[in-house]
């Protein structure tokens, strides 16, 4: 058996003890069974697919939205490709590319991403200091206020038990189905955009702009907290299935163990503003930030031991979080381009669009790849 079709299993039986363990009262949340219901795809944010990608560039069709898309868009699980576009959230039809629905949401959304629940309720953060959760129809389904001045630029992520977790200016709020406040931690430094993840132990992640990661118990106490020595800026943390996880830094790549030591610290030649994907080979690929007269943009290939596999310039800043194909091909943002890898580095296709790539890519059940780009434009590229 595959290694990753095992963790799903043991995902698939946690959830299942957890819904034992709800109250009535309380409806479960969880991320919807779609092929891509959140950032980076699932709560530990892996970035692996369960379809094959393109393998050739095949623009099936082109969205307009109103301003540059920044927000990682998601799936559900009909198809339907959610973005934030502005001061809304559209829902977009997977075969024509056509607007089904775009609903105001007060305020511009900035870097948050779509989260799907099972229920098909969407969460989305903006500039409002709010959390908005919203109906399958785009109606309003209530808000939460972080309470302070600050842009909620993070992705919502679900734990299996339902808990909803959302990163604040400073803080890590859990919160119940229903909007309601459950417990909240207060860090100390700006979460900013990096979006909480969650192991299968239910401990939960997330890093602050002063380089700490936080490991945070389901009951809202602090298990312990890291300084890797560097910023943490645009990264949110992803889990490997041994428990390491990884984040990006000013300096690089930091894996941390489970228990809050540090197990190894990669170096790129610039800064990494992007989060890791983790192949079901324990490979990690993370793209560096290039400087202008110096380094360019990187994709690197890292083995689980903290080596370099192969690493490939691309050009330009990297922001977006690469995303692995099923069959092993590396989809990476790179300025205003997406660049697709085989396993070992081999370019396959470049596809450029009209501005800066500055959110993640998603990918729908047929293989189809989703691309926000803020040309104000999202890009469908069929398999």
């Not at 894996?255 to 080979?281: E, L, P, Y």
């Not at 099923?326 to 205003?336: E, F, K, N, W």
């Amino acid at each position: 058996m595959r290694v990753h079709v095992l963790f799903d299993l043991i995902r698939v039986m946690i959830a299942c003890v957890a819904a034992l363990h709800l109250s009535h009262g309380q409806a479960m949340a969880q991320l919807a069974a779609s092929s891509w219901p959140t950032f980076q795809h699932d709560m530990r944010h892996t970035g692996q697919a369960s379809v094959v990608g393109p393998q050739s560039v095949n623009l099936k069709w082109t969205y307009h939205g109103i301003e540059g898309l920044r927000s990682s868009p998601a799936v559900g699980t009909d198809g339907t490709v959610y973005v934030g576009n502005g001061r809304n959230l559209c829902a977009i039809d997977p075969a024509t590319g056509n607007e089904n629905w775009c609903t105001f949401v007060l305020a511009a959304v900035k870097f948050s991403g779509v989260a799907v629940g099972t229920d098909g309720t969407l969460y989305i953060g903006a500039r409002d200091n709010r959390l908005h959760a919203l109906n399958p129809d785009g109606t309003p389904k209530w808000t939460f206020h972080t309470g302070n001045d600050g842009d909620v630029s993070n992705t919502a992520n679900i734990a299996p038990d339902g808990t909803i977790y959302s990163g604040g200016t400073k803080q890590l709020h859990a919160l119940n189905s229903d909007g309601s406040l459950k417990w909240e931690v207060v860090a100390n430094g700006p979460v900013f955009t990096s979006s909480p993840a969650i192991a299968l132990d239910g401990t939960v992640y997330f890093g602050t702009l002063t380089g700490t990661l936080y490991a945070v118990n389901p009951d809202g106490s602090v298990k312990w907290t890291v300084n890797v020595g560097h910023h943490i800026k645009y990264s949110a943390p992803s889990i490997a299935d041994d428990g390491t996880i990884y984040i990006g830094t000013d300096g690089g790549l930091a894996a941390i163990n489970s228990d809050g030591t540090i197990k190894w610290q990669f170096a790129t030649a610039g800064r990494v503003f992007a989060s890791a994907a983790i192949a079901v080979d324990g490979t990690i690929y993370v793209g560096s930030r290039g400087r202008i007269g110096q380094a360019p943009g990187t994709l690197y290939a890292i083995s689980p031991a903290g080596s370099q596999v192969w690493s490939q310039p691309i050009g330009d800043a990297f922001r977006g979080a690469p995303l692995i194909g099923l069959d092993g091909t590396i989809y990476a943002v790179s300025g205003s381009q997406v660049m697709a890898f085989q396993s070992d580095g081999t370019p396959l296709w470049t596809f450029s669009t009209g501005a800066r790539l500055l959110s993640s890519l998603a990918i729908g059940s047929d293989g189809t790849l989703y691309i926000p780009s803020n040309d104000h434009n999202l890009y469908a590229l069929a398999p």
